[in-house]
């Protein structure tokens, strides 16, 4: 009797203070099990049964052995080692007690499906975040497969992520325990989403509510929009709502037992643009967020589900985006002083500083608003203090926008006249979004779109990459759900270490170079391991090098730099320079096997041929752990595309940028021809389907690092049909761009 005890626990038995018996999950549906709030019933195999089974089938040990033998970051060793640690604790016979206790609790709860879910014992705490890292079995029927997924999800303790995970964090892998909450699966014909805190401007005094009719997995795939309310958190009134048209639900599949027995139903044309809630149950929802939320004393995300009229609290977590709320602000009133593209989200106010040249970055204090011509990268640091950016020149793809993408801060381009009409100090309100400059501070718009915290769990076949430059950014980026860095730029920390590479080599002080670099681009191969990084080496072009010190030495003036000496026609002549990189880039993967390389500019296939022969006599050979890629973005990629691959590259990454400007023959960065810079032509479109199915035929990668993909939902839609494998954006478009890529592969999924 003793040992059903230990093995197994009931909800209505744990509070949140027993996490090291039921982990974090667990502790949580029990906490709220006994506060009253509606969780539908179940009962933990608690991590003592979990120790008890490692012990009892002599794991300890040989477990023990084959991790104390593992570099974490030899990523095909790892996957080796995680296989064979799984596999041992999928073959070991569970001990009879344990599994007769789980089958009589089965049995007690009525033999229903029932969702099967890891829960590690430091699972959700600050310090130990282990979410998402172990599986979850839903619509498992049977006590057979019960038991099955039990021992599942021990297993996935040992899951490649999760053992890196425990060994960067310094957790004694042995001491980590794994509980398994079992919970009836709730067959929902509502089902959604609530936030206590309104999650894009932190507004604590709003919740919102997402609703869809059937299962809530149709949310998390990001196949189904759903209804958005807006309610008032102390009144409980809807004081906004988004009523979203669906035309089919998920149900589960009677004939089935397992996760993927869920089926799609059309739902009736009556049914199809109906609100999913009624305004009285949108209420009733509000004031069980609210109680959940006074209960942990803390704004919660919170999963729910109504099943014949009963309202289900599924899950519940802690909001951990939370910042602390702005000063309210006052209606919009004031004038618009100027307009110009949007090009990269938000809203932030702030006194404005003029800066006409780099020399003058030192002005830009904390909190400005930085105001230029236009921005280069000797302007990162200002910008990374300002809490805004507008410029004169410039459209959604100049530097100042991509930058301001990556740093998360609104920016307005191409305003034409903001260095003449703004005055230093004046106190402006910068609207990235529609593209807009007011008068003083004023008050943001209600929010009519739930944010990227949502969306960010979509899972999607399609990689989700990350374009990068700033070290800085690198872990906390690193800790959101992204497959890798699709482009690392090399640019921003050459310009930050200052000195022209030959400048440098002249004074003996090529190894100063290799160094500062290096250890740049370490601090990204360990945050992202063991997913991919791929390092665009320097795309620098001749005005951007004559900026830095001793740079005009060596850098021709020339009449149009974009088309000049850049890219693989340096690396062909320049190869010293180029030899610097290559240094760094074999020091970083010596301990980073996640370092792979990207080629810009490549103009000729002899060109690109050239480039691969250097690396490989530098030791950089094509292998199952590193891989070399070619940039799409010149033209003559596209008409020679299969005499490219030929050379022997394993990817290509489209730079829809260049592409456009040059089949278009428009500068990217003029502000007038804004509105016919479009990826969307019908030439443009048929360069990216046709290196497309090209890298497809061939067996290749494919991905795309312009900002099209996040910009125009249609064209990723194309993308997606056309066989691209990744798409790669900045930081702030990860979640829009995985629930684009969701819907575009669920509508592909029914043709």
Sequence with gaps: MHQVQKAIMWFDEVTKQDVAVAGGKGANLGEMTRAGI????????????????????????????????????????????????????????????????????????????????????????????????????????????????????????????????????????????????????VQSQLSGVMFTVEPVSNDSSKIVIEAIFGLGEAIVSGETTPDLYLVDKNEFTVTS?????????????????????????????????????????????????????DHYQFPQDIEWAKEDGKLYIIQTRPVTTIKEMAEAEPEIKEPVLLTGAPASPGMASGPVKIVTEPSQIYKVLKGDVLVAEMTTPDFVPAMKRAVAIVTDKGGRTAHAAIVSRELGIPCVVGSERATASLKDGQVVTVDGSRGKVYNGRVAREPVTVITDLLKEKIKTRTRVYVNLAQPELAETVAG?????????????????????????????????????????????????????????????????????????????????????????SRYNRDTDVFDLEIQAIKRVRQ??????????FVRTVEGMARVKKHLERRGLHSSEDFKLWMMVEVPSNIFLIEKFIAVGIDGISIGSNDLTQLILGIDRDSAKLQDIFDERNEAVLIALERAIKAARAAGITSSICGQAPSVYPELTEKLVEWGITSVSVSPDMIGTTREIIAKAEARLNIR
């Design 591 to 600: 301990d980073y096997k996640n370092l792979w390389v990207m080629i810009p």
């Design 38 to 185: 509606p969780v539908p019933p179940g009962f933990i195999v608690t991590a003592s049964a979990f120790f008890e089974f490692i012990k009892k089938a002599s794991l300890a040990d040989k477990i023990d052995r084959l991790l104390k033998r593992l570099d974490v970051h030899d990523s095909k060793r790892l996957q080796q080692v995680a296989d064979k640690i799984k596999r041992l604790i999928m073959e070991a016979p569970m001990p009879a007690d344990t599994a007769a206790a789980i089958k009589q609790a089965y049995a007690k709860m009525g033999d229903g499906p029932v969702a099967v879910r890891s829960s590690a014992t430091a699972e959700d705490l600050p310090e130990a975040s282990f979410a998402g890292q172990q599986s979850t079995f839903l619509n498992v029927a049977g006590e057979e497969k019960v038991l099955a997924a039990v021992q599942g999800c021990w297993a996935s303790l040992f899951e490649p992520r999760a053992i890196f995970y425990r060994e960067e964090q310094g957790f004694d892998h042995m001491k980590v325990g794994l509980a398994v909450p079992v919970q009836k699966m």
């Design 241 to 293: 709502k988004n009523v979203a048209r669906q035309e089919w639900h998920l149900v589960r599949n009677p004939a089935a037992g397992n996760e993927e027995a869920n089926i799609r139903v059309d739902l009736e044309p009556s049914l199809q643009t109906r609100q999913k809630l009624s305004d009285e149950e949108i209420s009733e929802l509000a004031r069980v967020g609210k109680l959940i939320e």
């Design 480 to 568: 959101r759900n992204v497959d890798g860095v699709g482009l690392l730029r090399a640019e921003f920390m050459i310009a930050q270490i200052g000195e022209h590479p030959k400048y440098m080599i002249e004074q003996n002080r090529g190894d100063e170079f290799v160094e500062k670099l290096y250890q740049d681009i370490k601090i990204f191969a360990r945050a992202f391991q063991p997913r991919p990084v791929v390092y665009r080496t320097t795309d620098f072009k001749s005005n951007e090098y004559r900026e830095l010190k001793g740079g005009q030495k060596y850098e021709e003036l020339e009449e149009n730099p974009m088309l000049g000496y850049r890219g693989a």
